[in-house]
């Protein structure tokens, strides 16, 4: 099992950037893929950007494209989103999740359900 915590959310203008990162627990963070989902009030859950265990393959939404950054160090076992240009259609809690991957053949998830492991998000609030 891992348990995932997620830090680096706050209030921001439009235009500039955050950092998030998200801390694993447990000596087997690198056979999980990661992946940052976001939720703003009244919306569902959706996928941001998703990592293989290795760090070498990443996914991400269509708008976060060129904007957003996922990566990991799995010696920290901490998986981070570099966020820039941030635009007020950005705001939403954004959650850290985890799929156990033993085989280590990555198939890219979007949908949260494929996500066995969450952090309690963090909250991102983008002010024009």
């Known amino acids: 099992q891992v348990q995932l915590v997620e830090s680096g959310g706050g209030s921001v203008q439009a235009g500039t950037s955050l950092e998030l990162s998200c801390a694993g627990t447990g000596r087997t963070f690198n056979f999980y893929a990661m992946a940052w989902f976001r939720q703003a009030p009244g919306k569902d859950r959706e996928f941001v950007a998703a990592?293989?265990?290795?760090?070498?393959?990443?996914m991400y939404q269509d708008s976060v494209k060129g904007r957003f950054t996922i990566s990991r160090d799995n010696v920290k076992s901490t998986v981070y989103l570099q966020m820039n240009s941030l635009k007020p259609e950005d705001t939403a809690v954004y959650y850290c999740?985890?799929?156990?991957?033993?085989?280590?053949?990555?198939?890219?998830?979007?949908?949260?359900?494929?996500?066995?492991?969450w952090g309690r998000g963090t909250q991102v609030t983008v002010s024009t």
């Open positions: 990592i293989n265990w290795s760090g070498d393959n990443t």
């Open positions: 999740a985890a799929e156990l991957n033993y085989d280590r053949t990555w198939v890219p998830r979007t949908e949260p359900r494929f996500y066995g492991y």
